[in-house]
């Protein structure tokens, strides 16, 4: 059983060496437990969070299986939820095998290819439909400005602003990632942050101000969006993967409430799991869109358990376009 150890926290910037790869033990599950052969690895800004301390789960502990998303098939199961064969959804950290206990698991349907349970239907499909539809509320007509634009969550947000008759302005990393935004994923401009000179270029894209901002980043793009929205604007706080990799920066909000204040902005944060009741229509209508070539889904699949870590480094450092994933 090959797997993932965290050896130890980073204090800086996550490295390899953070890493080890070892051949493991066979979990044997307990009652109440299933056994399960993971498929695919989920690489997620927030598995980089986590190492920080706890938040909406517990942090991760160095020298244990470095925790992550995965879709998993059953092997066996002690309990009567799941049977061998069962596609599952649930935290199997970064191995080929791993015992969990099924309440802790998603029952997923089986379908081709199966890494669209980990991209538009999985939980970055969930967490882009809901910030934006249900914590930005996006009007016709109005500008909706999305950072990490062509990560897998940002990708979908922008096509969903797209169908719902907006103007939409992606934020990303390169010269090369903001062509194919609006290229190939309709997005009306995009701004390329690493490029300096955010707050202008911000400025030009989206002339009439911003009505729905989809923050997946905060730190300096926040800054520069936030004197930018107009009034009764709506910010979505997602993440703040800018603030993640690294020790936290000293910079507080200062102005940003009064900011809040004048233009009767609501900055409301939220977790894709608080909205698994209304799962269902979700996924109806992601399915529809994706059926009618609405939106497209994106992908980035790694082949290889060892290349776990390298694929989070890489994560954070841009590489991804869409969904990455480790098929194990
Ligand atoms: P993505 O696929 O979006 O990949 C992360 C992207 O972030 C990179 O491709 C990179 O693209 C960009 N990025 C990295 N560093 C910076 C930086 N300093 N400033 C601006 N952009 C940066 O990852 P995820 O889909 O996993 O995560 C996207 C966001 O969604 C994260 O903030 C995450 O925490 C959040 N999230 C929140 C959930 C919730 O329930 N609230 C659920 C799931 C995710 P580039 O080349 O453009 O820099």
């Known amino acids: 059983n090959h797997q993932v ?39 997620d800004a927030a598995n980089r969070a986590w190492m920080h301390g706890a938040t909406y789960r517990s942090a991760v502990e160095a020298n244990s299986v470095m925790a992550g998303g995965g879709i998993a098939e059953v092997v066996s199961s002690h309990s009567d939820a799941l049977k061998p064969g069962d596609i599952v959804f649930g935290d199997t950290g970064w191995q080929n095998y791993a015992a969990v206990p099924v309440k802790h698991l ?4 089986r379908m081709e290819p199966l890494t669209h349970l980990l991209s538009i239907y999985g939980i970055a499909g969930l967490t882009a439909y809901f910030g934006l539809l249900d914590v930005g ?13 062509a990560g ?13 008759g907006c ?15 609006t290229s190939e994923l309709g997005f009306d401009a995009a701004v390329d942050y690493k490029d ?57 909000p200062r102005g940003v409430p009064g900011l809040i204040v004048v233009k009767r902005l609501t900055m409301q944060g939220f ?20 059926s009618s070539g609405k939106i497209k889904v994106l992908e980035d699949v790694i082949n290889g358990i060892e290349n776990t870590p390298q694929a989070l480094i ?15």
């Open 314 to 328: 890489g994560l954070l450092a841009g590489e991804n376009r869409g969904k990455r994933m480790v098929k194990v």
């Open 106 to 109: 998603t029952k997923m349907p």
């Open 271 to 290: 977790i894709v799991m608080d909205y698994m009741k209304q799962r269902d229509q979700a996924l109806s209508d992601l399915q529809s869109w994706v």
């Open 5 to 43: 150890l965290l050896v130890e926290k980073p204090a800086g910037k996550l490295g390899p060496e953070h890493f080890k790869l070892i051949d493991g033990p066979m979990p044997a599950p307990k009652d109440g437990e299933a056994l399960l052969r993971v498929r695919y690895i989920s690489l």
């Open 167 to 181: 103007r939409v302005v992606g934020i990303a990393g390169g010269a090369d990632k903001c062509q194919w935004l």
């Open 196 to 252: 300096g000179a955010v707050f202008k270029a911000l400025k030009a894209a989206a002339p009439d101000g911003i009505d729905v901002y989809f923050d997946n980043v905060g730190g300096d793009i926040l800054e520069a969006v936030l004197p930018q929205m107009n009034l009764n604007g709506r910010i979505a706080c997602c993440g703040a993967i800018s603030q993640y990799d690294g020790a936290p920066s000293a910079t507080g």
């Open 137 to 149: 509320k996006p009007k016709q007509g109005e500008t909706v400005v999305v950072s990490a634009a």
């Open 152 to 164: 897998s969550v940002g990708s979908i947000v922008g096509q969903i602003a797209k169908l719902k």
